[in-house]
């Protein structure tokens, strides 16, 4: 690939994220569950465009900002999977954005379900479960009990849904699939769920039909280096790197231009670096400053030159899109468009 331009900067394969899209909307088709992609992971209104048209039901979406610039594109069906608390001037919004798409909320607590219902009456929400990972959301069997404290504060319950987040790391991704099965199972048998909600990209391939009527992978889209290490994906399946030049190299290591302001700096305890490089497999990236990355090669393996340009796979590529402006994406090696990260920072 040859492509002149100034780096780092974030480049999409468009032949590779399309294969992306249409595997898993027919993974999920095949399997009778719904797809409702996060698209928190790309942020891009072309990007979720082509979602629905490859088969998506709607989006996925963390905050309301993010929601309110995917309503703004024309979109009218949109979950934050997030307990929201509608403080004055969010419940202003939450009403705003209510009024003109089919707006659904995430819940995990009676009292912010009074709140809710008090700022947006008749809303519709989810109940939050926790399957495992503990972050948000109640136990499987508190769940009826919640949805009757929304239901009686005047929201419009339409069923459970969690996130595996625990399947996050390596050989966790059959375990964290059967228990957000059974903690769905179980919060569904307390309520009348018509949506039973879940997934993400590591425990899409173990996602059958049963429990499950939707499901909403995020970074399936792209791929990253932590989803090559857990096997969730392949090399041919990186739909987006960062493109970034040598300027320094001493030793067995050498020094790109794109470090955490560009990357970001997730690493978890169990990666072997902070990204992958396509160009040298076998390389890690050691250390991220906020404009330097650090990569070693193996013994023996010649440095590439200074002035190379070379092609870094991200930890967690959710991070690395959001401190971008835009895509550059590209077809047969060529730049053909450029997409607006329209949804960056969009963090409220």
Known sequence: MVLDLPTPCLIVDRDVLDR?????????????IALRPHAKTH????????????????????????????????????FIAYPVWPAPQ????????ASRVRLRIGVDSAESAQALATAVPGLEVLVEVDSGHHRSGVAPGAAGALAAAADNAGLTVRGVFTFPGHAYGPDQQRSA??????????????????????????????TGPGVLTEMRPGVYVFGDAQQLEMGTCGWDDVALTVLSTVVSRTGNRFVL????????????????????????????????????????????VPLPRLGDVLRVVPNHVCTTVNLADELVVTAAGAEVDRWRIAARNANT
């Open 20 to 32: 992306n899209l249409r595997a898993m909307a027919q993974a999920a088709a095949g399997r009778g």
């Open 43 to 78: 942020k891009c209104v072309e990007i979720a465009r082509r979602q629905l048209e490859f088969g998506a039901a709607g989006l996925t979406v963390a905050t309301v900002s993010e929601a309110e610039t995917f309503a703004a594109a024309g979109f009218d069906d949109l």
């Open 90 to 97: 969010r419940a202003a919004r939450l009403r705003e954005l």
């Open 177 to 206: 699939a059967e228990q957000e099965s059974a903690a769905l199972a179980e919060a569904a048998a307390g309520l009348d769920a018509e949506v039973r909600s879940g997934g993400s990209t590591p425990t899409a391939a173990l």
């Open 257 to 300: 231009d794109a470090g955490s302001k560009v990357l970001g700096a997730d690493r978890q305890a169990w990666a072997t670096g902070f990204g992958r490089l396509v160009e040298h497999p076998d390389a890690r990236i050691v250390a991220l400053s906020e404009h330097h990355a650090t990569v070693a090669l193996p013994d023996g």
